[in-house]
């Protein structure tokens, strides 16, 4: 599990196919990697990748196809990439809780000046708007943000000028696509709803 709280933001150093998908080299930036090991999680523009090796203050990551199929994952060298190690059950939610499984790909339609802030509004897939509630919770290539407007399947936040500063969304453009993930609390309450209609189902058609 993530917060949503970028810690850093590295830079893609190497892509390599492997196994039917990438392996990529990621230098970490200011992100420790002291108590870094292989096996441990860190989440790379939002999504949960497996560290699979350490070379010399660098960490490789492996993406399956399957990934690569529902995420947007940087190929370009030199590319920066927003950094997050997973939680500990010792640490502060500063953002929402983030399991670093992309729901999606949004596509950024505004990016507009707000003093030092900036509006920027994404399109999201029609299946994920029903997960998005207005002063909710989404997480945009990582990155834990507040929703605070919706109109049809696109969404507005703000960003405040140390998001833009420490994130990679300071770089976004129009058109920039960005991984997308819905809250997690709302994917469980629609389950549980589901759950109990299919019930209220079952008992209405038993004599």
């Given at each position: 599990m993530f917060?949503?709280?970028?810690e850093a933001v590295g830079e893609l150093v190497r892509t390599v196919p492997a196994d039917g998908g990438l392996r990529l080299l990621v230098a970490p930036g200011a992100l420790d990697l002291g108590d870094v090991q292989v096996g441990d999680s860190i989440a790379v523009n939002g999504?949960?990748?497996?560290?699979?090796?350490?070379?010399?203050?660098?960490?490789?990551v492996d993406v399956s196809q399957a990934t690569l199929d529902c995420a947007r994952i940087p190929d370009i060298p030199g590319a920066p990439v927003n950094l997050e190690q997973a939680l500990r059950l010792s640490d502060r939610l500063g953002g929402h809780l983030v399991?670093?499984?992309?729901?999606?790909?949004?596509?950024?339609?505004?990016?507009?000046?707000?003093?030092?802030?900036?509006?920027?509004?994404?399109?999201?897939?029609?299946?994920?708007?029903?997960?998005?509630?207005?002063?909710?919770?989404?997480a945009v290539d990582g990155v834990s943000l507040t929703v605070n407007a919706l109109e049809g399947n696109a969404f507005e936040v703000n960003l405040i000028a140390y998001t833009l500063a420490a994130t990679t969304l300071g770089g976004l453009q129009v058109g920039t696509r960005v991984n997308l993930e819905v809250d997690?609390?709302?994917?469980?309450?629609?389950?549980l709803?589901?759950?109990?209609?299919?019930?209220?189902?079952?008992?209405m058609r038993t004599p």
């Open positions: 917060t949503g709280i970028v999504v949960c990748l497996t560290v699979a090796a350490l070379e010399e203050g660098m960490f490789h399991s670093g499984h992309v729901d999606g790909i949004g596509e950024v339609v505004a990016f507009e000046p707000r003093g030092d802030s900036r509006l920027l509004r994404v399109q999201a897939p029609a299946a994920l708007v029903r997960y998005i509630a207005l002063k909710g919770s989404v997690l609390l709302a994917r469980y309450v629609e389950r709803l589901d759950v109990r209609q299919a019930d209220e189902a079952w008992h």
